[in-house]
T-cell receptor
């Protein structure tokens, strides 16, 4: 079967760095994406990794290790507006499957 | 550039009533998705279209749900009859063929079945 695992909640302090991990089991894997969703809002695309390594976009970075079936999202210089849910999503056999999401709480 | 547009944003109906949701994807995006999202959960795929063709509808409960994408642009998702458990947010997304990991979502249609 196919599965994605990510922590349900993470708490960090404003200005700090936080890492949200995602592990997956799937067939026909072709890439890992990350999405941000604020309460009541639409999921918005953050990053996509098809190859191993680190992708950086401003304060956000995403990492993929295909051999370990593992990836993470790294958020730096946390701001209060980063409080949201973060979803990893795998591309697998022409499907895009989402994890259950990680709720990020940021303390002032 | 306009994003993915969905309507209605909110719908409240009684069980056993029909309901329909409409989606207009981003211009030029051939792939269109309907997802269902329950509170505190990730989006779950209902159906995926490549142009007019439904290429993956394996998760669509076909006894009560139907979808169409006429002319390969707009799409509608219908539920008839609605059940209490159908209360959720129905999300439409679209993507370009050459960027399979990057989906653009609409604001969603929040359905409440009483």
């Amino acid at each position: 079967g196919q599965s994605l695992e990510q922590p349900s909640e993470v708490t960090a302090v404003e200005g700090a760095i936080v890492q949200i991990n995602c592990t997956y089991q799937t067939s026909g894997f072709y890439g890992l994406s990350w999405y941000q969703q604020h309460d009541g809002g639409a999921p918005t695309f953050l990053s996509y990794n098809a190859l191993d390594g680190l992708e950086e976009t401003g304060r956000f970075s995403s990492f993929l290790s295909r051999s370990d079936s593992y990836g993470y999202l790294l958020l730096q210089e946390l701001q209060m507006k980063d409080s949201a849910s973060y979803f990893c999503a795998v591309g697998s056999d022409d499907k895009i499957i989402f994890g259950k999401g990680t709720r990020l709480h940021i303390l002032p | 550039e306009a994003g993915v547009v969905q309507s209605p944003r909110y719908k409240i109906i009684e069980k056993k009533q029909p309901v329909a949701f409409w989606c207009n994807p981003i211009s030029g995006h051939n792939t269109l998705y309907w997802y269902l999202q329950n509170l505190g959960q990730g989006p779950e795929l209902l159906i995926r279209y490549e142009n007019e063709e439904a290429v993956d509808d394996s998760q669509l409960p076909k006894d009560r749900f139907s979808a169409e994408r006429l002319k390969g642009v707009d799409s509608t998702l219908k539920i008839q009859p609605a059940e209490l458990g159908d209360s959720a947010v129905y999300l439409c997304a679209s993507s370009l063929d050459n960027r399979p990991g990057e989906l653009f979502f609409g604001e969603g249609s929040r359905l409440t079945v009483l």
